[in-house]
């Protein structure tokens, strides 16, 4: 328990500052790392993040593990007053002396000079208790904490399965279906999610990790609206950014006692929003840059709105 709470905090100082450096590195225009790449070197460091285990490598915090003191004079050794030889003889202060000369307190010499030990003394264990009782109450405190932060992403997820397998259907607009499959044509899609329609929505999005699937408004867009929204999330679909949201989700879960690491998630959200826009703009004319731009502009306006 000692040993795990000591490398999951080592993981998150280190990872916290990793991340601010990433972060960082984001902000400086004259370090030309783009953002495709930085999300790249966001998923190695929540892969790291996710599995607090040492691999060998010793942890930068310890915490105090619980010592045994077991006092002096427990135990003395059995020693034959006949012979007149000490079979062992105790150090103090760096030199021996016979048993004999040094009475072991709490002995008792029976008839014929033999020697018996004296029984051993309770080891005190409060302090070792103490020590435990605090490791254990730190491990406590962050499973609990765990479970919670784990409950509140995972009732959510949950609570929005049940709504979309209530109130989503599929598209059958024919035009809707047609940009649909060239969009996806264009970004070189063979497998491709479900397109659904679900009231609500303010604007379209991507959900699911095994099954995943397109979602649109109820309230038909702008066929050009359309085209640039439908083209920005099959992006996120073509990256993979939704396994990279589960990731981050989960190590915010494991470092929820780490402030650097609700952060995390943030940056990473805005690294893959913008790695996503540099997928399209590879796809799109330059003339369509300004129109797909005010797009994504309003539709966040309408997911703060709602």
């Given at each position: ?27 400086v ?47 003395a ?15 103090v ?11 072991v ?5 029976p ?12 080891v ?34 949950l ?23 060239r ?17 609500g ?55 929820w ?35 797909y ?14």
């Open positions: 328990m000692s040993e795990f709470l000591s490398t999951l905090l080592s993981l998150s100082l280190g990872g916290g500052l990793a991340a601010v450096l990433l972060a960082a590195i984001g902000r225009k004259r370090v030309r790392i783009g953002a495709g790449w930085r999300c790249v070197l966001w998923a190695v460091l929540c892969l790291r993040l996710a599995v607090p285990a040492s691999f060998g490598v010793p942890a930068l915090i310890r915490l105090p593990v619980p010592v045994v003191e077991v006092p002096a004079g427990t135990a050794p059995v020693v034959s007053g006949n012979s007149g030889e000490n079979a062992a003889t105790p150090p202060g760096g030199a021996t002396l016979p048993i004999e000369s040094r009475p307190s709490g002995s008792t010499v008839e014929g000079g033999q020697v018996s030990p004296a029984s051993p003394e309770p005190s264990g409060e302090k070792r208790a103490v020590r435990l009782s605090a490791v254990g109450i730190v491990f406590l405190v962050w499973a609990a904490g765990a479970a919670v932060v784990g409950a509140w992403v995972l009732g959510g997820h609570r929005f399965l049940r709504y979309r397998r209530r109130w989503a259907e599929p598209v059958e607009d024919p035009e809707t279906l047609l940009c649909f499959d969009l996806a044509d264009e970004l070189g899609l063979r497998r491709r999610p479900r397109l659904l329609r679900c009231p929505l303010r604007s379209p999005m991507l959900a699911g990790i095994w099954r995943p699937v397109l979602l649109l408004p109820e309230e038909p867009m702008p066929p050009k609206e359309l085209r640039f929204a439908l083209l920005h999330e099959l992006a996120h679909y073509r990256r993979g950014d939704l396994w990279l949201r589960a990731l981050t989700l989960w190590v915010n879960v494991l470092h006692f780490d402030p650097l690491m609700w952060l995390l998630v943030r940056w990473v959200e805005r690294d893959m929003e913008l790695a996503c826009d540099e997928r399209v703009l590879r796809v799109l004319p330059p003339e369509e840059y300004r129109a731009g005010s797009t994504l502009l309003k539709l966040a306006s309408n997911n703060k709105s709602n």
